[in-house]
């Protein structure tokens, strides 16, 4: 329950601020190339779809109709398995280890153990997604009956990032959950956690409309704005080593 329930918190506080800076004049160029908050098609209220669609305000004009509706399905399933798969390695029935950060101290090589599985976690999730996300685009077929949703926007901004058809959502899913399930052999709990934590934000990022770079360029999410904004490139997530090595990326304009 606890995962569950900081998963759900994180992504709104994180989505909340970055929504708050990008009103405030931080809009990022590769994919939105408009600058600034404004976007010129939403009102100035708080974007929490279900909020909005609970206090009566409806969608955000330029979304679609079941935006609030996928949405909020998407934030409650996805906290949900994070807690089970948690719960179920606790439990001993995963592949998940016991918190391990309390013996630290005496056995530095149990930290060093969890960032390196920490470290596969996130190759797995780099190798996997770009050819399942280049799927969504390819197979026939399969971009207009599902992907085409969360391309509705075409210059996302934060709370958009869950806005995937409920099927979709589910297969990917099986993804990024897939290192507590033994993909990378057994996992420490925290090594899990912190694994969830980066994709989580980077998700975020990725849809906030802000641009945001990491030290040496090995992350900006305006590559994946650029993705949105011209279809046929940068499918890797959270970053595009796929894509170079694919020839589909594109640099941010």
Not at 71 to 85: D, K, M, Q, R
Not at 228 to 250: I, L, M, Q, S
Request: charged share 15%.
């Amino acid at each position: 329950m606890a995962t569950a329930v900081a998963q759900i918190v994180g992504y709104v506080v994180l989505s909340t601020v970055m929504e708050g800076v990008r009103r405030g004049g931080h809009g990022q160029r590769g994919g939105d190339t408009r600058r600034g908050g404004a976007q010129g098609d939403e009102d100035a209220r708080w974007g929490f779809p279900a909020w909005r669609w609970a206090a009566g305000i409806g969608q955000r004009p330029g979304r679609h109709a079941r935006h609030a509706l996928y949405c909020t399905i998407n934030l409650l399933v996805s906290a949900a398995v994070a807690g089970a798969v948690v719960q179920r390695g606790w439990d001993g029935l995963g592949a998940l280890e016991g918190w391990t950060v309390l013996q630290w101290g005496a056995r530095p090589e149990l930290g060093l153990r969890a960032a390196a599985k920490a470290a596969a976690a996130f190759a797995w999730q780099v190798a996997a997604e770009w050819p399942w996300h280049y799927g969504m685009h390819r197979v026939p077929g399969l971009y207009r009956a599902v992907h085409k949703l969360h391309h509705h926007n075409k210059a996302p901004v934060p709370f958009d990032d869950l806005f995937i058809h409920p099927l979709e959502a589910l297969g990917y899913y099986l993804l990024l959950y897939a290192p507590a399930m033994g993909v990378v052999g057994s996992m420490p709990a925290e090594a899990f956690a912190a694994y969830i934590a980066v994709m989580g934000v980077c998700g975020v990022l990725d849809h906030s409309g802000v641009r945001v770079v990491a030290p040496g360029g090995a992350y900006d999410s305006a590559e994946h704005a650029q993705h949105h904004a011209k279809f046929e490139c940068n499918y890797g997530f959270p970053v595009a080593w796929g894509d170079h090595a694919a020839g589909t990326y594109r640099t941010p304009s």
